[in-house]
């Protein structure tokens, strides 16, 4: 079913938003932003702008920040652009919110490497601290929402919340995450194995071994 | 010239002609959704699928695809039909088969193709996708599950119609066409979209459930909303005219049509005129034509009489009104109802000189007075496109509106056009085509029309092969009006001063008729509106669609439309009115018939005659070029309710509380 989009309230949004305008640092970054195109392409920088007011939004409310309408048609307007044509973008791209969310926005990945590697304990991790998919927390902390691959398969399974990818996830280490960032702290980000660093294999190498200290001319074995 | 062959067949392609277009000069079908010749190319359909050589081994999109030397195509090869077969499949999938309660039965491409290149059965036994139901305004009707995607309409709204409302929201699955936060479609020309849709996701709202295509017959006609003179098709069935649709012609609407001219029609079928009347002890009383005959020629006018053309009059009906008023020994004949006094000694120094197709060749516009969304979309359509394609320079005097493109106001005082700023006049001199276009509103500005002819020679807008100076019309009968000689030097205030005994009013409703409170006012028109309420006999007599006439639009293109319905209960064609009238009054216009009428009428104006562009020459008159230093009004204050039909039409009304009154329909269609 492709519902109507679910946006909330007009006449509340517009009470809400109708005023939104960038603050004073905000309009020097978006001028940065725009002046990145050449004249009369202006309209390319509708993706940064939507980005950046829905930052803005998220600092006025405390959250991960949304798009409300008259948001879309305030960067539509400052891009001489249709509110339609923003409006499509806003709503192609899933980063940008329609709706409000919480202030952490548990973003799960469900797709094919992150569920054999137990993307459903992740899932099961944040059901249990009382997170529905889609909706957000009723003390406003926490929106969860299962997304498509976030590229990070090597690192599986993983969840992006807010700007930070945590990864390498399992049942426990996801409760502590959200844990520490229910009780305000910032969890490190990034593989939560004590013994990798990023992507690299994990216990070692398992192939290319002779390449690890030196160049090793492997084409003699073929 | 690139030579390509397709199925064997070698032919020469003009450059830059896409596949699809060899295949179509070389006599093959290629079926199609999204791909529409007057639209940017969307390639997203993907049911053109063709194979080329040399070229990948798959089959390739050929709406998007440019020819080039030597090219193998083939449009009739095994993998041509399984590549056709599978998009239609996969079209299908999410497609409902409601095709018996759809509108677009009959018509509907995807019905035909699907017949023609589909398989003929589905191997999809999963759940349909379903779409919400969307809301874009009165005259668009949605089913949006039965949408396929091809954003005809989008692109139609953006590229033609200029009004960025309608997008595709969401991605991939969860795509849906919508307009902006489901608001009515802000367009004079959302109709066509309707056209557009090559399934039944868009159809028309008024016409829903109306009729099915093959039970209607199919009248060519040349509608008379406007001075465009539209062409148009009428759909009937029975003595009802159902709908309105546009025929294709290049050098006129292309091929589209204005919600005005669409959907009217419910109009014709209420408030009308189907009785003679005759005004006793000061109310109206149904009569007999013989009555209403009798008590004409009771008035015993002589030869003060006067004749005044409606804004939907057609030729001969003027012509028939014309000889009446002529053997009665009158000549007070006027067309310009609402006041207008222009000269009309040169009919070239009122007419759309560069031609309505031309339009979209100029490089630097001029708009004086005139709000062309209202008074001529299609012809706004066609700046629209000089200015979106070819980057034309528009420059405005007049009330300021939106006018879908980007114009630059200079004001609304008419004496700016003596007064225009140095840049101004530097671009029209500077320009190869430049057009100026003058409206009702200017011309009604004493001094406007003679300053325009003298900025015309100013900045050297007439030149060989190239005639910018144009006044754009807003009434479907002006330029055949004036081509009868209804044109008095003073326009209808010399009517007024003649205080004419007897005046006929042919479908004339804007007059001021508290003006002329000793003449005795016959009405001869089709509906029951502000004419027939000041009247003292009304003579009901044929709309547009029931009745053979010729028309002459804006740019002098002479037109013929054909009748598609009779007249209700008593009327009558208008001409045959005059001719009986003649007999009651005891004079012979000269002619027994609608053919005599019409051989009447080209021998006395042997332009009308000829279907075609009337040559008027191009003669300067000496006017005053002075205008008087004041705001040029706005001729048209709500474009659904121009005439007597809209007026009486439930859908014009609807359309103009919506869109132009802004009154909220959204939720209680729901």
């Known amino acids: 079913m492709a519902d109507a989009p679910n946006i909330p309230d007009e006449a509340e949004t517009r009470a809400r938003w109708g005023a939104f305008a960038w603050t004073a640092e905000n309009a020097e970054k978006a001028k940065a932003v725009i002046a990145r195109y050449p004249a009369g392409r202006q309209r390319s920088a509708v993706m940064p702008l939507l980005d950046l007011a829905q930052r803005q939004v998220g600092a006025e409310t405390q959250t991960q920040g949304w798009l409300p309408v008259p948001v879309i048609e305030y960067v539509a307007a400052a891009l001489d652009m249709p509110f339609i044509r923003a409006y499509e973008v806003a709503t192609f791209y899933t980063m940008y919110n329609l709706v409000p969310v919480g202030r952490y926005h548990v973003q799960v990945c469900g797709t094919t490497p992150c569920l054999l590697r137990g993307s459903d304990d992740v899932m099961a991790a944040c059901k249990n601290r009382g997170m529905v998919k889609g909706k957000t927390t009723p003390d406003g902390l926490f929106t969860l929402t299962e997304v498509e691959c976030m590229g990070t398969c090597t690192n599986a399974p993983m969840v992006q919340i807010n700007d930070d990818n945590y990864e390498d996830l399992d049942y426990d280490s996801t409760v502590r995450i959200l844990d520490a960032l229910a009780a305000g702290e910032l969890p490190k980000a990034g593989t939560q194995l004590a013994n990798r660093h990023t992507s690299e294999p994990d216990g070692g190498p398992t192939t290319l071994k002779e390449m690890v200290s030196s160049n090793h001319d492997y084409r003699k074995e073929w | ?670």
Request: proline letters at 5%; a negative charge; hydrophobic letters at 40%.
């Open chain 2, 1 to 670: 010239m690139p030579k390509v062959t397709v199925d064997g067949v070698e032919l020469d392609v003009p450059q830059g002609a896409t596949v699809l277009q060899a295949c179509e000069l070389a006599g093959k079908e290629i079926p199609r959704f999204c791909y529409h010749e007057r639209l940017s190319i969307a390639g997203n359909c993907r049911m053109c699928l063709v194979e080329v050589a040399p070229g990948p081994p798959k089959p390739q999109a050929s709406c998007a695809l440019p020819t080039a030397e030597g090219q193998v195509i083939k449009t009739d090869s095994p993998m041509v039909k399984k590549a056709r077969e599978g998009v239609m499949e996969f079209l299908l999938i999410n497609h409902p088969l409601d095709c018996p309660i759809c509108d677009q039965g009959g018509e509907c491409d995807l019905q035909d193709q699907s017949v023609a290149y589909g398989r003929g059965a589905t191997r999809y036994d999963e759940n349909k996708r379903a779409v919400t139901e969307k809301y874009m305004g009165p005259i668009v009707k949605t089913v949006m599950t039965r949408c396929i995607q091809c954003t005809r309409c989008v692109r139609f709204a953006e590229e033609v119609a200029g009004v960025e409302d309608v997008g595709a929201i969401y991605r991939g699955e969860n795509m849906q066409i919508t307009s902006y936060l489901e608001r009515a479609v802000g367009s004079e020309l959302s109709g066509n979209i309707v056209d557009l849709c090559p399934v039944g996701a868009l159809t028309s709202k008024p016409y829903a459930f109306e009729a099915r295509p093959w039970e209607l017959t199919k009248t060519l006609g040349i509608d008379m909303m406007d001075a465009v003179g539209t062409n148009v098709r009428i759909d009937a069935r029975g003595r009802q005219v159902l709908r309105v649709l546009p025929r294709v012609n290049d050098d006129v609407n292309e091929e589209w049509a204005n919600d005005k001219t669409r959907h009217h029609v419910d109009g014709l079928v209420r408030r009308r005129l189907d009785q003679p009347y005759v005004r006793v002890n000061g109310t109206l009383q149904p009569a007999s034509w013989a009555e209403a005959f009798a008590a004409i020629k009771a008035v015993g006018a002589g030869s003060s009489v006067a004749a005044i053309a409606g804004d939907l009059a057609d030729c001969e009906t003027m012509f028939a009104a014309k000889s009446l008023v002529n053997a009665l020994g009158g000549a007070l004949l006027e067309g310009r109802q609402t006041g207008l006094d222009y000269d009309v000694t040169s009919l070239s120094a009122v007419n759309f000189n560069t031609g309505i197709a031309e339009a979209e060749n100029a490089d630097v516009i001029l708009l004086v007075g005139t709000n062309l969304r209202w008074e001529a979309p299609l012809i706004n359509t066609r700046i629209r496109k000089a200015v979106w394609k070819k980057g034309a320079k528009v420059f405005a005097i007049g009330p300021e509106t939106d006018l879908t493109y980007k114009a630059e106001w200079l004001g609304d005082d008419a004496s700016l056009v003596t007064k225009l700023p140095t840049a101004v006049l530097d671009a029209l001199k500077g320009a190869e085509r430049p057009m100026l276009i003058f409206g009702g509103g200017a011309l009604s500005v004493p001094g406007v029309h003679g300053a325009g002819l003298a900025l015309a020679k100013s900045v050297n807008a007439v030149k060989d092969g190239w005639n910018g100076y144009n006044v754009v019309h807003f009434s479907a009968a002006r330029m055949g009006s004036l081509m009868l000689g209804y044109g008095l030097p003073g326009g209808i205030k010399d009517v007024i001063a003649a205080k004419p005994k007897l005046a006929f009013f042919l479908g004339a409703d804007e007059v001021d008729f508290a003006a002329l409170p000793d003449t005795f006012k016959v009405y001869v028109g089709h509906h029951g509106d502000k004419g027939a309420h000041a009247a003292d006999v009304i003579l009901p007599a044929a709309a547009w669609t029931e009745k053979d006439f010729t028309t002459v639009n804006t740019e002098g293109r002479v037109q013929r439309s054909e009748k598609a319905v009779f007249a209700p209960g008593d009327a009558r064609e208008d001409w045959s009115i005059f001719r009986a009238l003649a007999d009651a009054l005891g004079v012979s216009l000269g002619f027994d018939s609608f053919a005599q009428c019409r051989a009447a009428m080209i021998a006395a104006v042997p332009a009308l005659g000829v279907e075609g562009l009337a040559d008027y020459g191009w003669t300067v008159p000496k006017l005053p070029a002075k205008p008087e230093a004041r705001a040029i009004p706005s001729p048209i204050k709500d474009f659904y309710l121009t005439n007597a039909i809209c007026r009486a039409s439930p859908t014009m009304q609807r359309c103009s509380e919506e869109l132009v009154h802004g009154v909220d329909f959204a939720e209680a269609a729901e």
